[in-house]
């Protein structure tokens, strides 16, 4: 009998509880809102007083020629730092080409291509003493022949379809003091040249030398000289495009001339081109293909410019 009422009774008091929760709930938002809007109605302010501490706290700026205002010293100051950045991000993250992939020759040792440089030269030269010795002693010039075919640049040898000349007489030296002076002069500053370049472009300085010097020297005494029989060997302008490009890769290093007598690099290069420039115009008797060492030096330098001076 009494159930009933007591039930409505428990149910009313849930409802005025659960009103009592949302109730509290909104005011406890509204509070938060309130708040909120205060902080930002004050921060208006509190940037005002803050700029007002910071002008009373610099120096008063005295009169002179070099002085600005604050404001504008500060713009200008921004500007500029903001021009440099720009500068600088503009240089660095300009677009440029992908690098390179490492190709399966800058993965030997330099000292393998190297050591094999000197070897194939030291081989072929050895090569040429021996043809001397066998003509000398039994009259017998297949050897002879068969070197001046294959290991030297001349009209007959272009003009027959050995083109391969070009690249094969890059290691031939003939004089045995011609190959001593190269051979000193490459081992002391290809190591260097490697480094800068890399193995690939090592190679590729080295064959654009000595291929320059013998392209040079069969123009040259062609068609000024007139000279249809002269014979060059490459790897002298192989071998002086490794010194030109050192010369200008390290200026302020000095050189031995003939090992005695000390010359700055950026001195001792200009030097050499023009006496051999001098003694491709006027020597008409000279045994030194001195055209050919103009190309050489000229490729040499042309190289360096190209692949490290333009590229920055």
């Known amino acids: ?8 009774m428990s149910k009313r008091c849930l409802h005025v509880f659960h009103r009592s929760i949302i109730q509290s709930k909104c005011n406890s938002r509204l ?9 930002n109605s004050l921060q208006p302010r509190l940037f005002s007083s803050l700029l007002v501490r910071i002008a009373k706290s610099q120096p008063p700026v005295t009169a002179g020629v070099n002085s600005l205002p604050a404001f504008l010293q500060f713009a200008r100051t921004q500007l500029r730092n903001a021009t440099h950045r720009d500068l600088l991000r503009f240089r660095y993250s300009s677009p440029r080409r992908p690098p390179r992939r490492p190709n399966w020759l800058d993965s030997i040792n330099g000292n393998v291509i190297f050591v094999a440089i000197i070897a194939i030269n030291a081989g072929v030269f050895l ?3 021996g043809a001397k010795s066998t003509y000398q002693t039994t009259r017998d010039a297949t050897l002879w022949i068969f070197l001046r075919n294959n290991f030297l640049v001349n009209w007959d ?9 070009l690249i094969t007489s890059c290691f031939s030296h003939e004089g045995i003091e011609h190959a001593l002076f190269n051979g000193l002069s490459f ?18 300085l080295y064959f654009l030398g000595g291929i320059a010097s013998s392209l040079t020297s069969l123009t040259w005494n062609r068609f000024y000289k007139h000279e249809s029989n002269f014979s060059s060997h490459g790897a002298s302008g192989a071998i002086l495009a490794t010194i030109a490009f050192y010369a200008c890769a390290f200026p302020r290093t000095t050189f ?13 290069l200009p030097g050499i081109l023009a006496f051999d420039v001098y ?9 030194t293909d001195t055209a050919g060492h103009v190309g050489g030096i000229l490729s040499g330098i042309g190289f ?9």
């Open 1 to 8: 009998m009494y159930t009933l009422p007591n039930l409505l």
């Open 31 to 39: 509070a938060h809102c309130n708040t909120l809007y205060q902080l």
């Open 127 to 129: 090569l040429w003493q």
């Open 157 to 165: 040898n272009i003009t027959s379809g050995r083109v391969w000349t």
């Open 187 to 204: 081992y002391f500053m290809a190591p260097g040249v490697m480094q800068v370049l890399g193995n690939s472009r090592f190679l590729g």
């Open 256 to 268: 031995l001339i003939f090992f005695v007598v000390p010359c700055p690099a950026w001195a001792f």
């Open 279 to 287: 003694r491709s115009v006027t020597d008409a008797r000279t045994t």
């Open 304 to 312: 360096f410019l190209r692949k490290v001076a333009f590229r920055h």
